[in-house]
């Protein structure tokens, strides 16, 4: 994952503490920058946005840059643990 922020042009979110409840805040959009930003940054056709707080407390959006890791990786077995069919039913504790 990369760590530097990719801005999102054209969007701004406000959060307004005077809002009822219901209302989480105001996204505006300027339509030429949201577009070509889009263009740059889209993958397959998607644009993923992060509406996040910084450390002053101030809203900004920005691309979610985070990519899952490929299925063979994250479904490998560990070298570690045998596979079900290598266990023995001596082996099973109960």
Do not use: C
């Not at 996040?52 to 990786?73: A, M």
């Amino acid at each position: 994952m990369n760590d530097e922020k990719i801005f999102a042009d054209g969007v701004i979110f406000r959060r307004h503490d005077r809002a009822p409840d219901f209302v989480i805040g105001n996204l505006s959009i300027k339509m030429n920058d949201l577009i070509a930003f889009a263009k740059l940054h889209h993958k397959d056709g998607w644009l993923n946005l992060q509406i996040k707080k910084s450390r002053g407390g101030k809203y900004y959006v920005d691309k979610d840059t985070f990519e899952p890791k490929p299925r063979e990786e994250r479904q490998q077995p560990s070298q570690s643990q045998p596979a079900p069919s290598q266990i023995e039913d001596d082996d099973i504790p109960f």
